[in-house]
């Protein structure tokens, strides 16, 4: 049973700072590529970042770059985003999500990936 927790968030004011992680269980860690999705309230879910499997490549979306750090702990299927200088227009619902990645342009493609979390809400308030 393939388990993905995401925890962290909360409610920020504007130009705050909030780190989410996202805990797995049930698979082998370590050989899938993990990423983090968005969706706020009427819009499409958004894919916000990722660390490839091997070697730890990372990659965001432009909205996110230099802001939004992705990182992982493989000793402890562990996968963590560091939220800063945040936005209200960065409220949503941040989505933890796993996959076994043939190639790099698979990673921005929710579609592509295997598992899913139940999301944790982001809120930055003006």
């Known amino acids: 049973q393939v388990q993905l927790i995401e925890s962290g968030g909360g409610l920020v004011q504007a130009g705050g700072s909030l780190r989410l992680s996202c805990s797995a269980s049930?698979?082998?860690?370590?050989?899938?590529?993990m990423g983090w999705f968005r969706q706020a309230p009427g819009k499409e879910r958004e894919f916000v970042a990722a660390?490839?499997?091997?070697?730890?490549?990372?990659y965001y979306a432009d909205s996110m770059k230099g802001r939004f750090t992705i990182s992982r702990d493989n000793a402890k299927n562990t996968v963590i985003l560091q939220l800063a200088s945040l936005k209200p227009e960065d409220t949503a619902v941040y989505y933890c999500?796993?996959?076994?990645?043939?190639?790099?342009?698979?990673?921005?493609?929710?579609?592509?990936?295997?598992?899913w979390g139940q999301g944790t809400q982001v809120t930055v308030s003006p």
């Open positions: 660390i490839k499997w091997n070697g730890g490549r990372t």
């Open positions: 049930g698979l082998t860690f370590s050989t899938y590529t």
């Open positions: 999500a796993a996959q076994r990645s043939w190639t790099d342009s698979w990673i921005p493609d929710s579609y592509r990936y295997n598992n």
